[in-house]
């Protein structure tokens, strides 16, 4: 991991046009992105992102690794939008973990995102058990989705070490949007972190852990499809055990849903 230390950003960076752009001329850019800032630290990712996509997210699950890059983004702009997805299926210490947690990092925009359809396609909570894909698409990946239309881009926790998918994650990446006309950008700060590096970043900084991770839950979904992890199993062995599924559905490549890696 790269010290996280201010170092000046490159020249040449320049924002991107309001009006639509091009997948190509996006991908230009994001390769140049990627070329100044591969020896950079999180925060100048993050303060390159902030320079060059006029409107931006960060979208965050408060889990178990999250108060990393929600601490960074707090140092560099606590204005910045954040979006939060509460499911109504997540766990209590999650739902005050976030409000403990958007206040001592002073964050000041944060938005709680909730879908609108659960009271007519789930009233009796049992379509994660039914399908578990359906389940995630109606409470994680639509009101996502909405949210998102009205940014240019936005920022995620994933990393390398997560998943044989992301062996290759860059810090910028372009994310197609099916019928619309303008691609996003997505920003991964700590892309080239490794899962020491998180470790050490939250005690050196004193950071508050997710309760839940003492407790033997090293990633953090919603209730029903999260269980504790036992000693030697992979960290996201808990998340929809014994099911075909490892992802959520959040993340997107060429417009279509990824069914395979690590979830942010």
Not at 41 to 67: C, K, M, Q
Not at 206 to 213: E, F, G
């Amino acid at each position: 991991m790269l010290p996280e230390r201010h170092t000046p950003l490159p020249n040449g960076s320049k924002n991107l046009p309001e009006g639509p752009i091009s997948h190509q001329a996006l991908s230009r850019q994001v390769t140049k992105l990627n070329t100044d800032l591969r020896h950079h630290a999180a925060t100048d990712v993050l303060r390159a992102a902030l320079t060059t996509v006029p409107r931006l997210t960060l979208v965050s699950s408060f889990g178990a690794e999250s108060v990393v890059l929600l601490h960074l983004t707090s140092m560099v702009d606590k204005d910045l939008p954040v979006l939060f997805i509460d499911t109504e299926l997540l766990f209590a210490e999650t739902l005050v973990y976030q409000q403990e947690l958007t206040e001592r990092l002073g964050l000041r925009n944060v938005t709680i995102l909730r879908s609108g359809n659960i009271a007519q396609t789930d009233p009796d909570t049992t379509l994660h058990q039914r399908d578990p894909d359906a389940c995630c698409a109606l409470r994680k990946t639509q009101p996502l989705q909405t949210a998102l239309h009205g940014f240019d881009g936005w920022i995620t926790g994933r990393k390398r070490f997560q998943s044989g998918s992301r062996a290759t994650l860059a810090h910028f990446e372009t994310e197609e949007r099916g019928d619309e006309a303008r691609p996003r950008i997505k920003v991964n700060p700590l892309a080239y972190w490794s899962a020491q590096d998180v470790q050490d970043y939250m005690a050196e900084n004193r950071l508050p852990r997710h309760p839940l991770v003492g407790k033997g839950y090293p990633s953090i979904g919603c209730m029903p499809c999260t269980s504790p992890v036992k000693p030697g199993e992979d960290p996201r062995a808990g998340r929809w055990r014994n099911a075909k599924k490892d992802e959520c559905g959040i993340h997107f490549e060429n417009g279509k849903m990824i069914r395979s890696g690590a979830l942010t």
